[in-house]
């Protein structure tokens, strides 16, 4: 055996726990680092887990390949650098992040090599060629890493066309006191927050309040988002405007809280605008409303905790074969129509008697009756649609999507 033979059997090994490693590095950065993710977003966090899997990979290729370490950051390394920026992510943070994933890399790569390599005679050279080299990745792309990130903030905090408005707002949002002239947007009134983001996102929050006839205020959010509001004067509730008549281009999403008053409402639907975002993030509607997604977004907040409710309510249910699909159907048309198998049927276009008999079958496969487990059912299975309505992509692989408050 030679030393490239014995490279490619570790890096092999390693390949083959990447997804665990990947996942384990995630929790451990939640854990260790939760600054990072105080004024998280849904892109930024994508980013961060295809970082994670990215840079692993270009260390194990790079090692086995003979090629020299990179002169910088890859592109995703790189996006994630600038996205954080935007984010206003501490650089420190960032930086942690980086060690921390190097630091359970290189674990991760002496448990394998102490598997596979087990002759300390053959394995200390391997540790060595593969310890110089990611060291010396390491320098490369840390320079490159802290360059992207202090041009990114310097254009979007120092030289944004909306700065001087987005540092208003963000004081308004932390409580602060703001000049209302200055901010150019009346604070006492009704408000509705709004998130867009897609293909026109500012054009639309703006035409939005011209067909409600009402007043707003947008800036530029992290990851290509515009923020703000839409509001009137009247506080009364009776005026409220249904966004139903708004029309969203191709490409375009909305996602608003619900309609409050003042300094402290316009917080307050902001944060709900926030929560809608992040579900929306995961299943894209032209229009998404906090009112209709309010128990999503908060059983969001821990997506691993998700997947483990998930997959034990549902049982033998969470499987892939056309009868869970079925059963799961049935299940979820049973508690949107009230419990009512006739009102099923019409649902689903099936006889009442069939609805019985899938019913009865459902509780034979759980082992347990509908009618008790009820609550615990209908929120396992809204969020199975949520986050695998086309039953194409493991629950498990979701877990780069748990999101945070919002950035400005």
């Not at 909306?162 to 602060?176: E, S």
């Not at 998930?310 to 056309?322: F, M, T």
């Not at 009756?369 to 649609?385: G, K, P, Q």
Request: proline fraction near 4%; glycine fraction near 6%.
């Amino acid at each position: 055996m030679t030393l490239e033979d014995d490279l490619r059997i570790l890096a092999d090994g390693v390949r083959e726990r990447l997804p665990a490693l990947a996942t384990k590095i995630a929790r451990r950065l939640r854990e260790e680092i939760p600054e990072f993710y105080l004024r998280d977003d849904p892109v930024l966090r994508a980013a961060e887990s295809e970082t994670i899997t990215t840079s692993v990979r270009d260390i194990l290729d790079g090692m086995t390949e003979e090629r020299p370490p990179p002169e910088q950051a890859s592109d995703t390394r790189l996006r994630e650098a600038r996205l954080a920026a935007q984010a206003d992510v501490d650089l420190h943070a960032l930086l942690r992040t980086s060690r921390v994933g190097q630091a359970l890399t290189w674990d991760c790569i002496l448990e394998v090599a102490d598997e596979l390599i087990p002759d300390s005679a053959r394995r200390l050279p391997v540790l060595r060629h593969v310890s110089q080299y990611h060291f010396a990745w390491n320098d490369r792309v840390t320079a490159s890493i802290i360059e992207a990130y202090q041009r990114e903030y310097h254009a979007f905090y120092m030289q944004g066309r909306d700065r001087k408005r987005r540092a208003l707002v963000r004081d308004l949002l932390a409580g602060i006191p703001v000049d209302e002239a200055a901010l150019g947007y009346a604070m006492r009134g009704r408000h509705l927050g709004v998130i867009a983001w897609g293909a026109e996102p500012e054009a639309t929050i703006k035409k939005a309040a011209t067909a409600l006839g009402w007043q707003s205020l947008s800036v530029s959010g992290a990851a290509g988002t515009v923020v703000g509001w839409l509001g009137r004067p009247s506080t009364r509730t009776t005026d409220d405007s249904d966004l139903s008549a708004v029309e969203v281009p191709r490409e375009t999403y909305l996602a608003v809280g619900q309609y409050a008053n003042d300094v402290e409402g316009m917080q307050r639907t902001y944060r709900q605008a926030w929560q809608a975002y992040r579900v929306a993030r995961i299943h894209p509607q032209p229009l998404t409303r906090y009112s209709t997604i309010a128990l999503e977004a908060l059983v969001l907040r821990d997506l691993p905790a998700v997947r483990d409710f998930i997959v034990e309510q549902l049982g033998p249910l969470y499987g892939k074969d056309e009868r869970a699909k079925v059963l799961r159907e049935t299940l979820r048309a049973y508690f949107a129509s009230g419990q009512n198998a006739a009102a099923t049927a019409s649902v689903i276009g099936v006889h009442e008697r069939t609805v019985a008999y899938r019913l009865r079958s459902a509780e034979k496969v759980l082992e347990r009756s509908i009618a008790t487990a009820r609550d615990e059912l209908s929120i396992a299975l809204r969020m199975y649609v949520l986050l695998q309505e086309d039953e194409r992509t493991d629950l498990a692989t979701l877990e780069d999507q748990v999101l945070g408050p919002a950035p400005l």
